[in-house]
């Protein structure tokens, strides 16, 4: 089975810090995402990679940035943490393959305090 | 832009009764695929079941089914023998391929909360 591995399961950070959330999969797939899961919104995406070095803009990238150095590894980095992004990060992976499905990590709870 | 709306924020059902969570969406487009996704509590996402436009057969899974309405832009899910571990958030998501201009990026309903009574 496919593995999605977020670093930390509950994180808490302070205003104003930097903050990086990894995700890491084991299964070669290409594309990588990152969303963010808030109660009421559902799940909204962040940015999202097709290959190494590529990252593409989702629908709220504000205050946010990623980085995919290597194949397996997806970063989400917050500048300059603030409270209003407390919330769950989902990270997930799929194959290039036409409406392929994704794989899911365990999330990341975040909170900015 | 597509959108998805689940119009139940949360429901219920007894253990061992038929549930159906009902999912609407909005495209211009005649291929996409469809999926339903479960996130039990404090748990990972998992995907339920996957449907493509093209497909008029409605995709079934075990106890899980669809009752896909291309013409309504109609995609609930029906949960049969409804069991406690079925007990998650559901999500509504739509892709539109890439062969039809669109990305790998999957667009999500609110999600509807089912809860599972004994």
């Known amino acids: 089975d496919v593995k999605v591995t977020q670093s930390s399961r509950y994180l808490v950070k302070r205003t104003g810090e930097k903050v990086f959330l990894e995700c890491v999969q084991d299964m070669d797939h290409e594309n990588m995402f990152w969303y963010r899961q808030d109660p009421g919104l559902g799940l909204r995406l962040i940015y999202f990679?097709?290959?190494?070095?590529?990252?593409e803009k989702g629908d709220i990238p504000e205050g946010y940035s990623v980085s995919r150095e290597k194949k397996e590894r997806f970063s989400l980095i917050l500048e300059s943490a603030s409270t209003n992004q407390t919330s769950m990060y989902l990270c997930a992976s799929s194959l290039y393959r036409e409406g392929y499905g994704y794989t899911f990590g365990s999330g990341t709870r975040l909170t900015v305090v | 832009a597509q959108t998805v709306t689940q119009s139940q924020p949360e429901m219920s059902v007894q253990e061992a009764e038929t549930v159906t969570l009902s999912c609407t969406y909005d495209?211009?487009?005649?291929?996409?695929?469809l999926f339903w996704y479960k996130q039990p509590p404090s748990r990972q996402m998992i995907l339920v079941i996957r449907q493509e436009a093209y497909k008029q057969q409605n995709a079934t899974e075990n106890r899980f089914s669809v009752n896909f309405q291309k013409a309504a832009k109609s995609f609930s899910l029906k949960i049969s023998d409804s069991q406690l571990g079925d007990t998650a958030m559901y999500f509504c998501?739509?892709?539109?391929?890439?062969?039809?201009?669109?990305?790998?990026?999957?667009?999500f309903g609110k999600g509807t909360k089912l809860t599972v009574n004994p």
């Open positions: 495209t211009s487009e005649n291929n996409y695929y």
């Open positions: 990679s097709y290959d190494v070095k590529m990252k």
């Open positions: 998501a739509f892709m539109k391929p890439v062969s039809q201009g669109g990305s790998e990026k999957l667009v």
